[in-house]
């Protein structure tokens, strides 16, 4: 995004935590795969790259349905409503830091929509009270969370209002050690203790990638709702966090897990080992046999390096010399196709100069994730 180019110093720094790069959003939005009626929320946003990628994926739909949208009068309008129905409506972003949902909303403006439903708000805070600042942020509405959420920040319940950690139920299934303690039977309920729920003496503090799990929960549609979400590979390994797993593993369904390598946040000044999680929330009552197939990759070229130098395999599929070249630029995540044209504004600078580039549907991990979703069975021999 040019947009992110121009503001490229403003993400570092402070505002490193804010920003997912690209590729990773590009990957995330083309496996969740959005549709225009879909409801689309992510409730840490940055500068809204998740909201801005699914709208361009539901525009490139748009493309494909109505092909003379330049020259039709009668398809422009349908296309442009297809599109812009889906901005204005169907996008919703929640963003902690005031700035940063300022630059989110700009964002969006510069790319043909200025109705987003962006708040400036703490996403983790009492759900009612998200609700009167926009009432369609509602529980079990979204049928799509696509969110990166801030890692290793603690929330203490001695900064916040009283009930804030109470709220959460997944409070209940941490171990404040690796041995873990003895349970609290006043604070187990019969559910919990089903689960295997481990209930500890009250917490007075939570780090948010915890509870950003819990409230992704809260906001999705129950049995159909689909998430895609960054976590640190901790949530996934620690012993201590043996409880978060069961929780998670008794209120979604792993549908995917991408490992990514421990330099994809390096340029942005976070080192932290990540994962992509795809999840899919269940119904009340709801179970998933301990032998259902998830989808487990690792993806090593990522299309950047720990300085953030591209790292694509690149081919040139047409080239007329001096006008214009395409390119296939290609990573384990997926392909891009890439247009470029001859640039003479400066007749010392001449050289091609980026026009447009499209990620090419069915590619790399994309196209095995969709192999694996009609037949899993041959990546598990």
């Known amino acids: 995004m040019a947009f992110e180019e121009f503001m490229g110093g403003f993400f570092k720094g402070d505002f490193g935590q804010y920003f997912t790069p690209r590729e990773l959003i590009a990957f995330a939005v083309e496996v969740l795969n959005p549709q225009r009626k879909q409801l689309v929320l992510d409730p840490a946003c940055g500068s809204g790259g998740f909201l801005l990628y699914a709208l361009d994926h539901v525009r490139r739909e748009a493309n494909r349905r109505f092909p003379k949208y330049k020259t039709d009068a009668r398809e422009g309008v349908e296309h442009f409503k297809y599109w812009h129905d889906f901005a204005q409506h169907n996008l919703f972003g929640i963003e902690i830091n005031e ?161 990514l390598p421990q330099f994809a946040f390096t340029h942005y000044d976070a080192g932290v080992k990540t994962s992509i999680v795809f999840l899919r929330r269940l119904k009340d009552g709801e179970t998933v046999p301990d032998d259902a197939p998830i989808f487990m990759a690792l993806a090593e070229n990522i299309g950047y390096d720990a300085t953030g130098r591209e790292t694509f395999n690149v081919t040139v599929e047409k080239e007329i010399a001096g006008k214009e070249k395409i390119e296939r630029h290609g990573c384990d995540l997926f392909e891009y196709r890439v247009y470029f044209e001859w640039s003479t504004v400066n007749p010392k600078e001449q050289g091609w100069s980026e026009r447009h580039r499209e990620i090419i549907p069915d590619t790399g991990l994309v196209a095995q994730w969709r192999e694996f979703q009609r037949d899993p069975n041959p990546f598990f021999v």
């Open 99 to 259: 700035e940063l949902a300022r630059v989110a909303k700009m964002n969006m403006i510069i790319h043909d929509d200025g109705h987003t439903n962006i708040i400036g708000h703490d996403a983790l805070d009492f759900l009612n009270n998200l609700t009167k600042l926009k009432s369609e942020l509602v529980p079990d509405k979204f049928d799509l969370i696509l969110t990166n959420p801030p890692f290793g920040s603690v929330v203490k319940s001695t900064e916040k209002e009283k009930g804030y950690l109470d709220q959460f139920e997944l409070r209940r299934y941490l171990n404040k050690s690796t041995t873990g303690t003895e349970p609290d039977e006043s604070a187990q309920s019969e559910s919990n203790a089903k689960r295997g729920a481990k209930a500890v003496k009250e917490r007075t503090s939570i780090k948010t990638e915890i509870l950003f799990i819990e409230r992704v929960h809260s906001y999705l549609k129950p049995g159909t709702g689909q998430a895609g979400i960054v976590l640190p590979d901790g949530i996934l390994t620690n012993s201590s966090l043996q409880g978060v797993r069961n929780w998670m593993l008794s209120h979604f369904q792993i549908l995917a897990v991408v490992s």
